[in-house]
DNA sequence: GATGAATGAGTGTTCATTCAT
DNA sequence: GATGAATGAACACTCATTCAT
């Protein structure tokens, strides 16, 4: 993963500076530690219940059904996740990283400032398209997991902040209060992927709207050279 | 409520304008209209509605806990609404009346278009200290009537690009797609409320917070003589 | 009602012997009488309360529908039945004497013995498609009233004892126990009626069957000069 | 189980022709196969199930009531029967398949054709004292399950008719209407169970009641060489 | 006298979790 | 190590009945 260093700027620095455990999947459960073959299956009930809360939301998913999809019994679920509540904090977890990567992976295609920015909303908005779980999940984490849902927020703010906080001292961008903007470009990202990826159940956001989202926010965050 | 004349412009001018139906009450079950006492338990069992939604969320809360709070019997509940859903999703109309009306209200306040817009921002924010239940609910509304939930925001949505249409032909604004603009403000403040108001418990957002938001807001939208 | 007198026979004597009630409707409601109104409520609630326990059963059936069906207020019922099982017993002593009254009347039209017992037959089987509620309210009497359900059936059977009796003793059908012929006789007409009747949803069992039964009985009574 | 050859007549050769499944108890549950204990189980449910349905009827009767008497909690009935419903429709199958195949053992005794037939209906009667549950649980079905109801009837009557159809091809019994006899039959069988078997508390029908329905049968039939 | 609002016990059913095999 | 049978608490909802107006 390549950082934009040099060209320091909001959005993309942003997006680029998200801290990312590097080791992702747990290999121990309850002191056991997994087997090759534990792995998979651990792996396989996390991909279904990713898939089966995305699709039913928290409560109408049932133990079974995520069993059912992974093709486990359903007592070995119990082998891998302490509960229904823990396996869904872990995809939370699991989510968040994964989308983080993706949009510092997006941030860090673009060369010039505007288009890095605009890489990284699309990047998120490819994600969410591709996982409409994440946003599904995120919404139910309100109640299920509310601690969850706030790290969530927090750690991908945290990079927003850092990433504006570098840009403003490099004058690229005005001077505010950087997790105001933070909170402020996660919610209209959120917004927009709901209306034209969720509702349209598009594979992606027309670029034109990616466009219109991206101007707003070069404007908003009074970008130098921004956007056209 | 006085609408602005004259000036026209963005934010305000949309939150002005949202349609809002006049006799929000219904007023009959089924056919049956409703008696001075019936009228009150019915009004009893929404407001428990809220509260119970609010604090634990569509699934635990229960018939019997709503019921309980409302001081009513069991089964007193099922003469006023025909089901939880029911309820659930009369709740969310009714929070969708009153946030768009307290947001007329508030950008009506305002003299200078920043002021209004201000002043609109303040009020959804004050609305959301005060109702807490309407961000947790139409979080939940995501599974439990995903048409309400579109509709909420729609409905929002509608009020904000009207605003910004007259804005834009005025040319107090810059000249982009309404649509997305609307779902941009939203997302914008949805979070900010989530962050300031709900994540801090607090029963307002700190001014400099408020304003901050608006700076941003007003910048995305390249208002002439915006905000400073 | 004309009585068979001279030519005593099996079946039609039977059925025309069947002792009834000649003012049928109680007039008094625990000690109330009876305005004219009051009367014609109280026959309205037992009409509709023959429409919804033919068509749903007594526990499909409710006190909500059957006031519904009779144009009254669900409060209203009390004032005339003191619960749902005392309206269903008056409903099954109130078509016991209605089916009883047909089949006497039936049977007094047949000239010749053969006919009698045919027309005796034909009247209940018409009774039964003209209220299917009969058939169906009485099997639910099995467990709503099994003391009515059963003197339901002994009402019916002594009309009929009391006839093959009188015939046995003119030598007109063969000896035999009068009672075990008569749940025999009745239970004959119960199933084919259901076939016929219910199964086939026809207003009337056609001509051959009833002919058939008839012969059949006949046949079983050992009748001199009978079906043929 | 013997059949009779060569003397094929009317009553006798019906209770001997019902086709009877061989193999009577299904084994798996919605694709799963039962256990030892499994199986042991679901008996015992289904057994519980004829207690409480035949005592209470199906409307008072309660999973509760079931899984109590079954000595099982509550959930576990639902991993063997899908709902209230289905077990009682199993339940009907079931007893179905037993009192047919008592009623054909019964037939299956007699050498001469008279103590056939009287051996069938003894056997019908003597299962039904045995099981009044089979009495009572079909007179429920006319509004639980129809269906099921039909099917319990159309099964013994095609035994009748196939029966009785034989008899008249070989001159035993009266040229007539197979269909209507067997209904007139089943009747007859069902009303005089209700009366000496239930009402009496009975544990079998006195002789003599037996044979009065024989030879009113007999006769009815028009057998030559009929009883006595 | 009639109404209809209120009651609350009771129902069928679901499902996270445990544990013997 | 994996299974799947068993559990039982919990829930939404119904309805006969009561009673104040």
Redesign the pocket.
Known sequence: MTRDEGTGNGLAAGTAQWPIEEAPAPTSVEG?TL?R??ER?RGALLEAAEQVFGALGY?????????EAA????????????????IFEELVVDLNRRVRHAMSEGAARGTTRAEAERHGFAAYLRFTAEHPALYRIIRQAEFVSPATLREHYEKIAAGYVEGLRRAMGEGEIVEADAEVLAYALMGAGELVGMRWVLWAEASEVPEVVVDELAAFVSRGLGARNGWE
């Open positions: 056991r087997s073959k534990g299956t409560h109408e998913a049932s133990i079974v059904k995520i069993t093709g486990v019994a359903q007592g070995t679920f119990y082998r891998y996740f302490s509960s229904k509540q823990a």
